[in-house]
């Protein structure tokens, strides 16, 4: 029986360049000590860098295969 009340879970806003919560949910496993910003940086470069290669945006692709990078 605790005594405490129970954690108010908090809303995960979406991600300023592609507006999906998918992608923050990402940054903040990725990041750090609290440096958000440093792995917004390296998120979006990576992104950048597929977009180059396929010549088109990879976030459809990243949002199917994010559950199983978690593993």
């Known amino acids: 029986m605790s005594r405490r009340r129970k954690a108010v ?28 910003s440093v792995a917004m940086k390296i998120m979006y470069g990576a992104f950048d860098l597929v977009e180059k290669k396929e010549k088109k945006i990879q976030l459809p692709y990243f949002i199917r295969l994010w559950p199983m990078l978690l593993l």
């Open 9 to 36: 879970v908090r809303e995960v806003l979406p991600d300023p360049k592609f507006s999906d919560s998918i992608v923050t949910k990402f940054m903040n496993s990725i990041m750090h000590g609290g440096k958000k």
